[in-house]
């Protein structure tokens, strides 16, 4: 079946472009919009339509092509053919016209548009910048200023905004594109409307200030910290506003090809392709039928209670909250008020919304209110015992097939399950703190889940706007049994000789989001200290690794909430503050377990603390805990703030090679003398054989 066809009605000749799911600019689709152009030129049709088919119009280039050899036409070629069109070509854009499909968009004449469409320039979060003229023709339509924040935001915006700010010139009443596409194209023909080309617009010098091309570089060395397409956009932009259209076109063409090769877009695309990979589980049958969720309660209003139900409720779904008494109750609502509250003063959320969602809660101390609920997520304190006498409790009053969900972050799933005496119908919804904004849910598989509560499970996420990710039940599933050897290897680096600042800068400066002793800091370090209370010795490791934060939590030094943690922070600013103090106590631990501190190098700490996360994933493969390598980058990315740009840990194991991973980790293994370094066996055969977790995962499908 051919991706373009073409047909006639009336004077009009209509490029149906038909690519499914989302009509990308494949090489075949590229080649065939320039025949369609090109061939419409010598029949009698007075203008064209391009017009798509299915669910949306052109969402961007192919992304699976991009590195691959071209085969036929590249994509500048076709938009000057569509510019330099003799007959006026008119865009009719329905669904989302994201990144080259706006700039096929922008290279017609004209554009018109369904109110419910959306368009944008998102190629920025794939460590792209818009790469067939979209840096050259959208500053020539809306502005320089509002160019810059449209295409280093990658955000879409909808029809109406579009039509305000030029990017499309009439929206179509009613919801028949094709209809109203074909009578705007008849009143252009009627009206004898000239051939609008946007390259030929010039940037008048006075409607922007030559300081904005610094000032953005500037603030967005700040906002997307350490990535490079956002600098290069604004480079293009400014290219736009002071040369010649082609000149600023081959400056783009240039700095596209760049960001392409850079490691940088491979790690943001590989995320894109499996945050959407993540939601397919392997051993599901297609057919497996769905629960519908109308009605959710959760247990507990907590700090997690609290934010999980502001989920269903901005999705529209009610939600029920029980606590253990009436005060527990009201404090937990007026935290979900407080921070709904927050959210309207920042401007982010109307009053009125507020209002709606609010509404959508309603609290209760009493389990028989359950009873009709369809799913239930319970968020008590973090004992076993305790969730055990929650799901006894749900297993005698909700209704049969009500999903029961735990939101624990270490506890046994399947002891939980075993509580009750439907274990098919519990799961773990393990959400991440703050609850209403963190992306990662990880939807925890016990042993008897169904298949229909995991496939229910995974479109409740879509549904509240998560990206989800399964995992297989062991002590902290996924992301958390990663975590705690990276924290680990954070804290012998701290006692052995680097500093908190190096160790959190030097992490910073990879990407992530906040440095592993600012994150203690923030979170209140009493957390791992009562964690560690309820544990063996065995359980807790090596206390060389807690010795540090034991002392400063028996000091009151919390972390930020007290004022100080393994920093003081400054009482106005917040600035965190190295504390001499604080060095003392380390230098007092080090001498307590006979360890001579040393200088560190800033890559050595790279590896101490992101190596043991790449072992750690390679066994939870190997137990077959997550599905693939690229799930849990996901979980990095979406939970941990692991830098997109570095494509989550497995990703950056493959980019550095996995037999240089096996080298380093033997390397340390053998300093050490300490088998906390022993490599993974699957890295190990992965590492002989020269190959890589992506490889790996390819040949398991
Ligand atoms: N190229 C290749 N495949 C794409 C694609 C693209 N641009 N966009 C989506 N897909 C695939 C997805 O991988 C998915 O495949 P799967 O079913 O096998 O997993 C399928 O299309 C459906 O995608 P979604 O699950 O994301 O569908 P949604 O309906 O949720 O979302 C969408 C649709 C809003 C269009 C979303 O897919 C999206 O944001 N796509 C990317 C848009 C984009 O980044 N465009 C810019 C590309 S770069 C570019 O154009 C460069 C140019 O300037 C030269
Ligand atoms: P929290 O201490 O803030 O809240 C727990 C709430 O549960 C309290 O309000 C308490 O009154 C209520 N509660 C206790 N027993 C109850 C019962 N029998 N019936 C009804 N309500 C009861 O705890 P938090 O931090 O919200 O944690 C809850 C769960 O979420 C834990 O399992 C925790 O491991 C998990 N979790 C916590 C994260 C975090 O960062 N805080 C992140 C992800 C998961």
Redesign the pocket.
Known sequence: MSVVSYEMQGDIGIIWIDNPPVNALSQALRDGIYDAVTAAQDDHSKALLLICRGRTFIAGADISEFGKPLTGRDFNQVLECIEHSAKPIIAAIHGTALGGGLETALACHYRCALPSAMVGLPEVHLGLLPGAGGTQRVPRLIGVEAAIKMITSGAPIKAAAALEAKLIDHMVDGDDLLAGALAYAEQLIANAAPLLRVRDITIDSASFDAAIFDLSRKQLSRQARGQVAPQRIVDCIEAAATMPFDQGLAIEQGHFLDCMASSQSAAMRHIFFAQREASKIKDLPKETSKRHIQSVAI???????GGIAMNFANAGIPVTM???NDQ?LQ??LAIVDKNYTATVKKGKLSEAKKQCCMDLITGTTNYQDLANVDLVI?????NLD??K??FAKLDEVCKPGAILA??????DVNAIAAATQRPEDVIGL????P?NIMKLLEIVRADKTSDEVIATSMAVAKAIGKVPVLSGVCFGFIGNRMFSQYGREAQLCLIEGASAEQIDRVMENFGMAMGPIAVSDL?GID?GYKVREAMSDEEKGDPRSYCIADVLVEQGRLGQKTGAGFYKYDPQTRARLNDPEVTALIEAQATKYNITRRAFSDEEIIDRLLLPLVNEGAKILQEGIAQRPSDIDVVYVFGYGFPVYQGGPMHYADHIGLETVYKKLCALQQQSGDDFWQPAELIKNLAENGSSFAHWAHNQN
Request: net charge negative; charged share 15%; hydrophobic share 45%.
């Open positions: 247990i507990g209003g907590g700090t997690m209670g029980l606590e253990i527990a404090r937990g319970e968020a008590v304190f973090e305790i969730k006498q929650v735990t939101n624990t972050s270490y506890q393990h959400f991440f703190s609850a979170a957390i």
